[in-house]
């Protein structure tokens, strides 16, 4: 397989400001590897993204800063999840940049828990300063941002020049240009490392990370199988997700579409019982990635995404290789101290 790298379409002329601290490593996982078959197996590591604990975020708000920072904007606001990676990074990037940050928590969880309520992110968000509001519909993406959108005109009301970060479906999806890029790297390191790919294996939940590698290896020239394991919505609902996501890359990068229908790839297996709640499956494939590599996995993300890797390992022909790629989201694990404790067992 020859890849091309060339430049893809308007990339390099957006607006994007730096937040990672460089390339993230592309490791092998040897230990992992013979446990669980004979395909060769890597890691992307982008917990190792560098700022306020990484995860995949921070590439995608390289791109959201950016344009926050040409508009002029002295506070960011978004809205996410009670134990949401992408709030806490926006915090970080906020501050990190000089600015306020303002934060909606949505209940998409059905959880009454103080500790999921008030440690993980939650506590990460508190330490950074940001200003946190609470939203009780974890389902409604439009009510989350029209309430967003009151907050940011009292902002303006008072003299600020706020910037609202939409992940909502309507909203151009800049943070997907972060796994645009995201791909080039992929594909740089694995020329210098003479690693021929099979197949990725990530988290889909917002689209961002899924359809902007997705459509960084097309537009490369790269027909790699990428497989999205669902995090929040069945394989149906996240395909339209995806489908959509791609199409508006295309139009932000001003190219022709590149991913066909046939290119996105999803499995909702390890979805269940919902989003953030956990189940049989992604217990073990948290035990097998920290007993194996030392990798620690959320509960919400990145361990249901082993989950579905490790399947698509088990299926693997002799001699192939797959990529996982590591979205991080560490923190999220204290916030289900209680669970993970009982399924991990105590010290006495």
Known sequence: MTIRMKPVGKLDDLPRTSLMSGETPLEEMPNLTKHVGTARLLVKRDDLTGLAFGGNKVRQLEYYLGEAVVQGADTILITGAVQSNFVRLAAASARKKGMGCHIQLEDRVPKNDPIYKNSGNVLIDKILGATL??????????????????????????????????LSPGHAPLGALGYVDAAREVLSQCAEQGIELDEVVLASGSGHTHGGMLFGLRALGCPVRVTGICVRRDAEQQHARISSRCREIAELLAMDPVVEDADIILSDEHLGPGYGRMNEQVIDAMRQAAECEGLITDPVYTAKAMSGFLERAKAAEKGQTLLFVHTGGTPAIFGYERELGAAFGTTG
């Open 133 to 166: 509001y609470s939203y009780p519909d974890g389902e409604d993406e439009v009510g989350a941002d029209a309430h967003l959108n009151e907050v940011a005109n009292g902002l303006r009301e008072k003299g600020n020049k706020p910037y609202i970060i939409h």
